[in-house]
């Protein structure tokens, strides 16, 4: 397939119906084409020999027509959200060598960042051109997730990789067509937004964002309800929100129900599936480096494959290949215990500028006759008889927080600044609605902590940022005199 041109023959087929709508105001196909056209201009007018852009996320039309027009000149997007700490902006920008951002806005400034605003583009009018030719492993983005040393990840992503992802999508018979109303519920910083607004523009739907300044699961619950939403992919977490009223939710247009970021608890979707009596529900799953999502896991209620309560993550989509291994990076037998790996066309060639990372986290294997590069997810997995893979926890000190994925190490990092000489532990717990929040525990009888908090705010996302904090005059230790974490984690419970 030739992604781009899909794109693009998508947006002209369908000129006269929705493309998005956005706090509540429609924009054609037809307003979306033009809004890229004049974007694809300032482009050509301002940038040459750089192909790795900042984007400002904002929830506005020039803000997705300008991941279409980067693309459709051969360039690559850096999203970066502009009420993350202006440190962690700054690493980004550094890290990925941006030169250039593309702001729908007036509320971001960056010394020796020239900024190109596109809410002025898209007031011109032009004649919709065709993307320009595909180089050879053309990145389509750049995501930073969280990392051990305070300094986020790179993971590059290639139109290939987007395109093995659109091509092992489209086999999995989950249709969008040019009469769905899909749900966008994702900030543009998190890489399940791609799936959120591409695939429904390759096939002709509307797509329904989220307002950033709104209570997020409510506006959910009014747009599925209100707008009679068909297709929504959406993190578990939402559903321990919307919980309280189910008995209230009804949404019998919704035809495709899809969860992933998070583990997915079997009671909780068991009650949301009467909310949504005519969906089909799977449970998807995939780190941002092997792109999107890359397992599947379609529901039958009458016997659902789960582990400890949790629904099964499935089998590998078209594209993929799984390994379930020990220690050495030896498969394990079905049944057996181990670190899932992952390969194939969806995986990030490594990353970005982190040689040291990449030796730690992606190993040479065999496939078959072949050699192939499998990535390290650090969730530990079991297959059982019928090839489907259990989620049985992370063999790391990461968590999934809102869908995101936090290394605890990180605020750990930045928090012995923010409280320096006193030893200390980030935990995930479970909080009263079901959903995992962070937790810091101090091994001190007490001290003031909102100056240290306030610390953190400056340097971590809000959601990395703990909502408990605990005081232990010791530590409890293991049998191998290491800090107890478990026993830890056991006190915010």
């Not at 509320?107 to 065709?130: M, Y």
């Not at 409510?218 to 009679?228: A, V």
């Not at 063999?395 to 750990?412: C, M, N, P, T, W």
Request: glycine share 6%; with cysteine; charged share 20%.
């Amino acid at each position: 397939m030739n992604l781009l041109s899909d794109i693009y023959d998508a947006i002209i087929k369908n000129k006269d119906l929705n493309a998005f709508c956005i706090n509540g105001t429609f924009y054609s196909y037809n307003d979306l084409a033009l809004c890229i056209t004049n974007i694809r201009f300032e482009i050509q007018k301002h940038i040459t020999d750089v192909y790795s852009i900042g984007l400002i996320t904002n929830d506005d039309l020039p803000t997705y027509a300008s991941i279409f027009a980067l693309w459709f000149e051969g360039k690559a997007y850096v999203p970066i959200n502009p009420k993350f700490p202006q440190q962690r902006n700054q690493q980004i920008i550094d890290q990925s060598g941006i030169q250039y951002i593309l702001n729908s806005d007036t509320n971001f400034e960056k010394d020796n960042i020239k900024l190109i605003h596109t809410s002025l583009a898209c007031n011109s009018s032009k004649d919709v051109e065709l993307p320009k030719a595909i180089i050879e492993d053309q990145l389509a983005y750049i995501f930073f997730t969280s990392g051990t040393t305070g300094v986020p990840k790179g993971v590059p992503i290639t139109l290939q990789n987007l395109s093995a992802f659109v091509d092992a999508f489209n086999s999995m018979n989950y249709p969008i067509t040019n009469t769905d109303r899909c749900l966008q519920m994702f900030e543009l910083t998190f890489d399940l937004s791609v799936f959120s607004y591409l695939l429904p523009i390759l096939n002709g739907a509307c797509v329904y964002t989220i307002p950033p300044d709104t209570i997020k699961y409510s506006y959910i619950y009014e747009l599925l309800e209100d707008e009679e939403i068909s297709f929504a992919l959406m993190v578990p977490s939402i559903l321990h929100y919307l919980r309280p009223y189910f008995s209230e939710i009804h949404c019998p247009k919704l035809k495709y129900n899809l969860f992933c970021g998070e583990a997915l608890p079997i009671d909780v979707v068991k009650e949301w599936s009467s909310c949504v009596p005519n969906a089909l529900i799977a449970n998807v799953y995939g780190p941002t480096e092997c792109t999107i999502f890359c397992t599947d896991y379609t529901l039958n209620f009458d016997e659902i494959a789960h582990h400890n309560g949790v629904v099964a993550i499935g089998k590998p989509m078209k594209n993929t290949d799984i390994l379930v291994v020990d220690e050495n990076n030896n498969p394990v037998n079905i049944g057996n215990e181990g670190e899932l790996c992952l390969s194939g066309k969806q995986l990030t060639s490594g990353y970005w500028n982190n040689e040291e990372k990449n030796r730690e986290s992606f190993f040479w294997g065999e496939s078959g006759t072949e050699k192939v590069k499998y990535y390290r997810t650090g969730d530990l997995c079991k297959a059982d008889e019928s090839g489907n893979l259990q989620y049985l926890g992370r063999a790391d000190f990461q968590a999934k927080i809102q869908g995101y994925r936090v290394e605890l190490s990180e605020i750990e990092y930045e928090a012995k600044k923010a409280f320096p000489s006193i030893n200390l532990v980030a935990v995930a717990f479970v909080d009263q609605l079901g959903n995992y929040e962070i937790g810091l525990c101090l091994e001190i009888e007490y001290c003031d902590t909102l100056s240290g908090i306030n610390l953190l705010k400056d340097k971590l996302p809000q959601y990395m940022i703990p909502t408990k904090i605990k005081f232990l005059k010791e530590f409890p230790l293991n049998s191998n005199g290491k800090t107890d974490r478990k026993k830890i984690m056991g006190i915010f419970s």
